[in-house]
């Protein structure tokens, strides 16, 4: 949808606004003692397909559910000072005009105080949750623990489902917490392993390097997606990616030979991606080591100079890699661009 025009007026006027978003310490928001008889249930966060048909009872109390992510949210006033900010940001007559925040400004302005994680993390280590990180935004905490530790917690058990063949882990109804949490976290990301899918889905592994067409087959090679997008022009004058950054998430490691034999086979010279592990190393993940392959190769051959860095992160039992990727490549402010094709379908995403 297109951005309505602003007057000038408009513009300085978000401008404004942006810089009194900027220089505005935001207070704490727990105020009250965390009192676990007074809860509130966080509605939306339970997976669609955790449906009573597939439910095959209670998971084991051991199962290890690692790296959920509590979301936290910023206040109805920091909230009206981003939506103003972003605007600004996006106007190009307004003094904010792609003045981007660092996660660490970002995180002073917008992302919970000091003092309100304190009291966060102090609360999930009195129910036995490791706290394995803070990310810079201080828009997250990332914790682990135990089906019966989130059951204690957060008033939800965790189930097993069969669902098309397939075995999976989900809570069994909206997570609660302590009422004088509810004005800092807005939900959990995720306590189930329903995973997000690839753009494409099925492809044939052909190993082909082919030069031709033949019976109808079309390979698609880098010097046809420049004709086709018109990016000739681009690099002819000298626009090729160098000195830009491009951020892939994925969930599988890469073999870099097979990226080698791509940019060989395309005539385009060596430029490996860096991958970074987010962890341990997931190691070659059957069908996602595809997807993170095609992604690194085809960003390279857009922008053959371009910095290409492939996050790879594990799923667990209990968040998807592709999101602890995603939120790592935000928060270490990995690169201006970033590439994610996997995605869920809205209906099946809750709150």
Known sequence: MARPNLSLAGALALAAA?????????????????????????????HPLARPEFDQGAASPELCLDRMMLLLKPSPNQQAALDALVEAQHDPRSPAYHHWLTPAAYAARF?????????????????????DELPASKSLVIFSGTASQVSEAFHTPIHSYRVNGANHFANFQNPQIPAALA????????????????????????????????????????????????????????????????AVAGRSNINLSDVEAFRASANL?????AVILNGADPGLVVGDQDEATLDVEWAGAMAPEAAVKLVATSSTNATDGIDLSAQYIVNHALAPVVSVSFGSCEHQMGA
């Open 183 to 246: 004005s800092v976290v807005s939900g959990i990301v995720s306590m189930h392993d329903f995973r997000r899918t690839a753009a494409i889905t099925k492809r044939r592994l052909l190993g082909a390097r082919p030069q031709w067409n033949l019976y109808g087959a079309h390979y698609l090679f880098p010097a046809d997606l420049a004709a086709i997008y018109d990016l000739n022009p681009l690099y002819s004058q000298g626009t090729t990616g160098a000195g830009v950054s491009i």
């Open 111 to 131: 992302g919970a105080t000091a003092d309100d994680l304190a009291r966060i993390r102090s609360w999930l280590e009195s129910h036995g949750f490791n706290v």
């Open 18 to 46: 942006a810089q009194c978003a900027l220089s505005q310490q935001p207070p704490n928001r727990i105020a009250a003692r965390i009192d676990e008889t007074q809860v509130v249930a966080l509605r939306g966060n339970v």
């Open 269 to 273: 010279k060596d430029n490996n991606p």
